[in-house]
């Protein structure tokens, strides 16, 4: 937005501005974290276990509920699967909801459901939606200026034929460019986003930033005055300034013990929890950790989803238990939400939801013959899991149920995208019905305004 | 701007002589016997009555008031019963003294508070246009001294080039454009500029591409979520070359009944799926077409009545009935069936004709109605657009709202008659625009507040995305490429013709799932940390650089190209004449697969044995001392990586000479802009790029602190990276 048009904003109301919500909230948490489990993380493979088939030629398919045993937590009535034995220990800080109700969007389509997911709003959509890190940003700003306030870690962008789509809810959408994504593809080189490009050095990017002030007060500008010449001016100094600044060294993961970067270092998503660990201690306002949305990679297994389930657990459950223990250890978690959930869940039979099933898009064989027949290869909006730790979650709550048997559908507390974006945001402070003009009318950061906090989430 | 003088009618003894405060007397009348149906969230037939401002909007009858004239405004016409329906429907009707306080409030101008001004009547644009007598220039200079201003001085000639290439071609001049134009001494080659760079069709299409990408929602990338979208970039490429009238060109849009015509803004953007109900691609395109072609925003209406503007559901619905497959639609509220249907109708009834029932005879029939001239809206909503795109700003403001009062009807009518009268020329209009004197005025710093806006001249516009890689790309010589799937050689193309990038992304340039009309122009630190830290734009310049120097390596092309192998390709079939050859060099190169790690590929030889290779990689081959004058061979994606979370795509390269890793495709060498042959000296190099920057010569105090920058070509890139970021090389003054 341009200064011509904030003045402009309060007339013609163009420019997104505030239509501020009358309630005011005292918030339970200043940074928000979303673990993002990209391409449909299978429920009963993870946080809602059921009855336990091992692999056997000639099982039906239908039979098959989890693949993997259950396993106790250090919440007595709840049990999750094996794999996730350090998340296990650490359930006594969060809330597990198991009934998280994907949109039904008539077909499955990743980045649809993601888009849904971190907008609220299932696209097409007349306006540009805001990613729910760019909502953040824009109503709480960053908590460090020199942090930038939407950080998100470990997605590419170009990804074949789903990137446009996935560009779409990378976006600060009509909030504007400066409420955007800083991306980071992969947080090992995280330190290289924030530091000189290696082709460069620190020499030549000093003298560079040198010549560049030479010229820009010799220049015949220098003298004239003009929102747009300041606003090129400004941003250049304070992208340096952030290259300079202290906070700089929160992306350099080499600066991390080598014990507790080892905690880790699963992988990308690991040290992607663990650069969040680091940034939360810098004041990052918003981050996502994802686990990479690929087509038919990560959480996305049309074929053998038992070992991919693993494979995935694998990656997470250390990390995701030392992102707790070490904000806890300093003091952090009660104002830090953690927030891990996915698109949707997965089933061995149902696309779609029991009663609204979708077209498959993946050829299920009555029975398994082969061990890539195992896992749970179809997408499942009926019932998901989120979980939640600090920031004011409620600890040690299970939240929602489902049926023991197929299909497994959700029957008590369904959690849709509204109200659970709504808990989140009122835990940030925001209320569910604020808004943000643009053309002429408000757009919620909830559905409509209608997102309600479900209050036994919450201590 | 002056008020209207307000003629006081005396109409009421009691009230007339002293002046009526809104707050104090107005307000509290409304509320106790308006606001059940039009305050707070209401706003039965789009009106609201909660506040001043809302007042003066009306409702979807209209104004309802008009200032000074309390017997004509409907606000007393409704309530004193002269005007069925009589307000309010229900409840006690309003007394004679309350009457009589709105009387005597809109006689005295209806202002907002006692002593304030007087309310201007509100703006009703017409439909038709009225083409004045007077030409575009002589209102404009009439429009000057009505306010007062001074008719200041042009600008010099380098400004003036600078302008007229970043708007005609989308790059800066070169030294050598640029020191013929300043350096003639003829009294019309301000106009001549203007002209010979219109004539240059590619030059123009390249950068006028990038407008119509974001007003159009044009990508060549839409992937899967555009449905059956198709990008139609060849197209509109085609038609901006040819200049086809934008009457013609609207038809093409609207009705397109070729498989030539562009298949691709009438069908939106659709993802998979079920779409809301205000979402369908027929509504989609009712959407689009109203607000890119008639400045009109269906986008509230297409859910429910809007509580902004005068359109309607039926509206939204009876113009989308000419895009949908049935010819009748049933109109939704909110997500809800109403029952109600409703078939093809114009947003301007008058413009309504019938019309056959079938979906092409509907096209034909809408496209007809947009480009009839009777329309004046459509013309009037391009040529605001050309003028915000050339002035920074539009006569109405927003392009979107045509229904915004424009600060010279006078001048928007003249151009927009002009417009039709030239046969739609859109080559024409751009002339026209840029000729007339106020296109070389010194700029201005937009920030004006668009309540009491006054047009003094165009105002500072910042380079876009295109603009600003193209004149890199202009200045060094270095364009991109862009490298099709097939065994084709890449071409040089510009930056319109290009996929997003960070680096573009960060400039600005929109994703295009929305209809985009104006670009923000705001720098932000984010975008900045892109420039000062990006790959891209590191790249871009560091090859530039190379180039300049005379260093750059051309890289060498490949004896064989397979063109991208998929997931169940054939496998590709190789025989090569390599006599003479000295070394062979089997090249992999990823393009896309989804796990490239998990990749395995293979070249089974004739005479060198199966070579075993990943998604990337070379394997070179020595021949010495070897007789083979043929490469016999079949390349294969391996079978193992034949799965869905690998989904691989490589392509297989044989090279004689060792390969360069970042241009393995032959590339055609024609660029996008001839470039003169250098290597320059060192001088040379800093003149030009200062010329060509930002449009005139070094001091001598730049000359000294860049003369060192000549040394290699890392010094030339820091100097170029820092001549790009001052605001004198990225605004448009």
Redesign the interface.
């Known amino acids: 937005?341009?200064?011509?048009e904030f003045?402009?904003s309060s007339?013609?109301a163009?420019a997104p501005s505030l239509l501020a919500s009358e309630k005011k909230i005292q918030p339970t948490a200043d940074t928000l974290i979303v673990l993002w489990m990209a391409g449909g993380m299978a429920q009963t493979e993870t946080f809602d276990p059921k009855r336990y088939t091992p692999f056997a030629a000639g099982t039906p398919s239908a039979d098959v509920l989890s693949t993997f045993r259950p396993i106790d937590t250090a919440v007595d009535p709840i049990k999750i699967s094996e794999g996730l034995e350090n998340v296990a220990k650490v359930m006594d800080r969060g809330t597990l909801i198991r009934s998280y109700q994907a949109g039904?969007?008539?077909?499955?389509?990743h980045?649809?459901h993601q888009y849904h997911w971190h907008t609220g709003y299932?696209?097409?959509?007349?306006?540009?939606m805001p990613h729910i890190g760019a909502v953040i940003s824009k109503t709480l700003g960053p908590r460090n200026p020199d942090m930038?306030a939407f950080i998100d870690i470990g997605q590419d962008?170009?990804?074949?034929?789903?990137?446009?789509?996935v560009?779409?809810f990378h976006?600060s959408g009509f909030l504007?460019?400066?409420h955007?994504p800083?991306?980071i593809v992969n947080p090992a080189d995280a330190a290289a986003?924030?530091?000189?490009?290696k082709?460069?050095g620190n020499s030549?990017f000093q003298?560079?930033?040198e010549?560049?002030r030479?010229?820009?007060k010799?220049?015949?500008?220098a003298q004239a005055?003009?929102?747009?010449?300041e606003?090129?001016?400004?941003?250049?100094e304070?992208?340096?300034r952030?290259?300079d600044s202290p906070s700089a060294r929160a992306f350099d993961l080499s600066l991390e013990p080598r014990e507790s970067y080892e905690k880790y270092n699963t992988g990308r998503f690991g040290l992607g929890c663990l650069l969040a660990r680091r940034l939360t201690e810098a004041g990052a306002r918003f981050i996502e950790v994802t686990t990479e949305y690929?087509?038919?990679?990560n959480w996305?297994?049309?074929?053998s989803g038992h070992e991919?389930a693993a494979a995935m657990k694998k990656q997470i459950d250390l990390p995701i238990a030392q992102l707790v223990r070490d904000l806890e250890e300093r003091g952090l978690l009660d104002r830090t939400l953690i927030v891990l959930a996915s698109e949707f869940g997965r089933d061995m039979v149902t696309e779609g939801k029991p009663g609204n099933e979708?077209k498959d898009q993946v050829d299920v064989p009555e029975v398994m013959t082969e061990m890539k027949h195992y896992g749970m290869h179809r997408h499942f909006t009926e019932a998901g899991a989120v979980l939640m730790f600090g920031g004011g979650a409620r600890k040690g709550l299970l939240y929602g149920k489902t049926a023991e048997e197929r299909p497994c559908k959700t029957i008590e507390n369904p959690v849709s995208i509204e109200n659970l974006h709504a808990t989140i945001y009122h835990a940030m402070g925001i209320p569910a019905d604020t808004a943000y003009i643009t053309?002429?009318?408000p757009v919620y950061v909830t559905r409509d305004g209608l997102g309600k906090p479900i209050p036994e989430l919450m201590s | 701007m002056k008020l209207a003088p307000v003629v006081i009618l005396i109409t009421s003894i009691v009230y007339a002589q002293q002046p009526v405060d809104f707050q104090q007397q107005v307000h509290p009348v409304l509320a106790a016997k308006c606001f059940a149906c039009h305050g707070g969230d209401k706003r039965s037939g789009g009106l609201s009555l909660s506040s001043y401002?809302y007042i003066l909007e009306g409702g979807r009858s209209g104004a309802v008031l008009i200032p000074g004239t309390s017997s004509d405004s409907l606000l007393i016409r409704r309530t004193n019963g002269t005007l069925k329906p009589v307000m309010p429907p229900v409840g006690p009707p309003l007394t004679a003294a309350e009457i009589s306080i709105l009387e005597a409030w809109i006689n005295q101008g209806a202002r907002p508070v006692h002593d304030g001004p007087a309310a201007k009547p509100r703006w009703v644009p017409e439909l038709k246009l009225h083409k004045p007598d007077q030409t575009a220039e002589q209102i404009l200079r009439s429009y000057f001294s009505r306010n007062k201003l001074e008719n200041p001085q042009v600008v010099s000639d380098r400004i003036f080039a600078r302008r007229v290439y970043l708007d005609l071609w989308g790059f800066l001049p070169s030294p050598e454009q640029l020191r013929e134009f300043t350096t003639d001494r003829g009294s019309d080659k301000r106009q001549r500029l203007v002209r010979q760079l219109l004539s240059h069709s590619e030059n123009y299409a390249g950068h006028w591409m990038t407008f119509w990408n974001d007003l159009l929602r044009n990508?060549d990338?839409?992937?899967?979520?555009?449905g059956d979208r198709q990008s139609i970039s060849n197209w509109l490429e085609g038609v901006l070359k040819e200049n086809l009238p934008y009457d013609e060109f609207l038809k093409k849009l609207l009705n397109p009944t070729s498989k030539e015509d562009p298949n691709g803004f009438i069908v939106?953007?659709?993802?998979?799926?079920?779409?809301?109900a205000?979402?369908m691609p027929w509504i989609?395109a009712a959407?689009n077409s109203a607000q890119v072609f008639m400045g009109i925003?269906l986008?509230?209406n297409?859910c429910h009545d809007s509580?902004?503007s005068r359109w309607t559901l039926k509206d939204a619905y009876g113009l989308a009935a000419f895009f949908s497959p049935e010819s009748k639609l049933e109109l939704v509220r909110c997500d809800a069936a109403t029952g109600n249907f409703t078939g093809p109708g114009f947003l301007y009834p008058e413009l309504n004709k019938p019309t056959g029932d079938s979906l092409p005879d509907r096209h034909a029939a809408v496209a007809e109605m947009f480009t009839t001239k009777e329309n004046g809206r459509t013309p009037r909503t391009i040529v605001n657009r050309i003028w915000a795109q050339l002035m920074g700003r539009g006569i109405v403001?927003?392009v979107?709202d045509m229904d915004n009062e424009p600060w010279s009807p006078e001048l928007l009518d003249r151009l927009s008659s002009d417009f039709v009268d030239s046969g739609y020329d859109l080559k024409k209009l751009i002339e026209t625009i840029m000729l007339l004197p106020t296109y070389q005025l010194p700029s201005q710093?937009?920030?004006?507040?668009?309540?009491d806006y006054v047009f003094r001249g165009p105002e500072?516009?910042?380079m876009t995305a295109e603009q600003f890689i193209d004149s890199l790309s202009a200045i060094t010589g270095e364009w991109p490429i862009i490298v099709p799937r097939t065994a084709q050689p890449a071409r040089h193309v510009r930056e319109s013709r290009r996929n997003?990038s960070?680096l573009s992304?960060a400039l600005?340039r929109?994703?295009r799932?929305?209809v985009i009309t104006s670009r923000?122009?705001?720098?932000?630190?984010?975008?900045?940390?892109e420039?000062?830290?990006g790959?891209d734009l590191?790249q871009l310049i560091?090859r530039g650089s190379q180039k300049l120097m005379g260093q750059d390596q051309p890289a060498p092309a490949p004896l064989f190209d397979s063109g991208v192998v998929n997931r169940g390709s054939k496998p590709v079939q190789i025989d090569l004449d390599i006599s003479g050859a000295t070394r062979l060099y089997l090249v992999v190169a990823d393009f896309?697969s989804?796990?490239p790690e998990l990749v395995k590929t293979a070249w089974k030889t004739q005479d060198f044995g199966t070579i075993e290779q990943g998604a990337t990689g070379t394997y070179e081959i020595d021949l010495k001392n070897s007789k083979v004058t043929r490469f016999q061979a079949t390349a294969i994606i391996d079978r193992i990586s034949d799965?869905?979370?690998?989904?691989p795509q490589v392509r297989f390269f044989v090279f004689r000479e060792k390969p360069n890793p970042q241009r393995l495709v032959s590339v055609l060498p024609q660029t996008p802009v001839p470039f003169p042959q250098g290597p320059f000296t060192k001088d040379q190099l800093i003149t030009r790029i200062f010329q060509q920057a930002?449009g005139?010569d070094a001091?001598d105090?730049?000359k000294k602190?860049?003369g060192d920058?000549t040394k290699n070509p890392?010094a030339l890139a820091?100097?170029l990276?820092?001549?790009s970021?001052?605001?004198?090389f990225?605004?448009i003054?």
């Open positions: 937005m341009n200064r011509r003045l402009a007339l013609a163009t039904d969007l008539g077909f499955i389509l980045s649809r299932a696209p097409p959509q007349t306006v540009a930038p962008m170009e990804i074949g034929a789903e990137s446009a789509a560009k779409a976006t504007g460019a400066e955007g800083f991306m986003s924030v530091r000189p490009l082709e460069l030549r003298s560079r930033r010549l560049w030479q010229l820009t010799n220049s015949e500008l005055d003009g929102f747009q010449k606003s090129i001016l400004r941003s250049i304070s992208a340096h952030l290259l690929v087509p038919f990679r996305d297994s049309h074929e991919r979708v053309e002429k009318r | 401002q990508e990338a839409f992937g899967i979520y555009g939106g953007v659709n993802w998979r799926g079920d779409s809301s205000a979402q989609q959407q925003n986008k509230c297409s509580f902004i403001e927003t979107d710093d937009g920030s004006q507040a668009s309540g500072i516009r910042r997003s960070p992304r600005g929109p994703n799932d929305q923000s122009s705001e720098a932000t630190t984010l975008q900045m940390l420039l000062v830290n790959q590191y560091y896309g989804y796990a799965r869905s979370d690998i989904t930002l005139r001091t105090a730049e602190l860049v920058h890392e820091d100097f990276w820092a001549i970021m001052t605001p004198e990225q605004l003054i």
